[in-house]
C-alpha cells in the first residue's frame, strides 16, 4: 500500500501575541507517532513537514497524494471558520490560508486533522507520558504493525474522514512544551491504548 502523510505547521510569526510555541511540539510527537509502530510503522520518506508554505507549494503536494492510496492531512496552527463558506480555513502564513476543503483533494482514503480555532467569522477575510509510551513501544514489530494498520486501512469503506479539535465557534488550546491540547492529548492516547491491548505484534495475532 502506498502512503504519504503532510504535516502542516504555522505558529505564526515569532514575538507576536499570537504566537504558537506548542505548534513545533505537535509535529515533533506527531512524526515520532507515526513512525513509531503503534502509528503504523510510517517510513520517513513518506512523511513531509511543511511550515508555513504558501499556498502553491501547500497545493502542489496535495496534488502529489492522489498517487497514493491512503493518505493523512495535519494541520496544527491558527484558522478560523467562515461563516459564508460553512468551512473552516486554515492560515498557513500571513496573509495566505486555505479552505479545508483543499486538503480533501487527496488520496481516495484519507485522514484530515485539524488542530486550530474555529471562531466563526461572519464576513470571509482577504513529553512524560510520551516518553513512557516509547519505550514500551520498542517490543512490538513495526513490519507486521505496519501490515496491521494497512490491513485495516483496505478494510476502511469511508473514503474521508476529518478530525476537528473544536466545535465551530470554540478556540483551540495551546499549552507550551505540550503544543496543541487537542494534538497533544490525541497522541497520547493512541499510546496509551497501545498499552491496553494484547502483545498483538509480537505475537503475531491481529489486534481485536
Known sequence: MKRKAIIIAN?????????????????????????????????????????QPTVNELRREI?????????????SGHGWYSSHDHSTFIEL???????EEELWQGARKQTVILDCCRVVHYEKPVAKGLEL??????????????EYYDQSIAECPGPL????????????ADVEGRGGLYSF????????????????????????
Open 133 to 146: 509510551a516509547k519505550k514500551a513501544e520498542q517490543l512490538l514489530d513495526p513490519e507486521q504493525c505496519r
Open 161 to 172: 474522514v476529518v478530525m476537528y479539535s473544536c466545535g465551530i465557534g470554540e478556540t483551540s
Open 185 to 208: 492529548h490525541l497522541v497520547d492516547q493512541a499510546y496509551k491504548w497501545g498499552d491496553t491491548r494484547p502483545a498483538t505484534c509480537r505475537s503475531g495475532e491481529a489486534w481485536e
Open 63 to 75: 496534488r502529489s497524494l492522489t498517487a497514493v492510496d491512503y493518505a493523512m492531512a495535519i494541520f
Open 11 to 51: 505558529p505564526g510569526d515569532e514575538g507576536e501575541e499570537d504566537f504558537l510555541p506548542g505548534v513545533d511540539c505537535d509535529v515533533d510527537n506527531y512524526q515520532r507517532f507515526l513512525l513509531s509502530p503503534l502509528g503504523g510503522a510510517w517510513k520517513s520518506s513518506e512523511l513531509t513537514i511543511m511550515r
Open 93 to 99: 502564513r500571513r496573509d495566505e490560508e486555505v479552505s
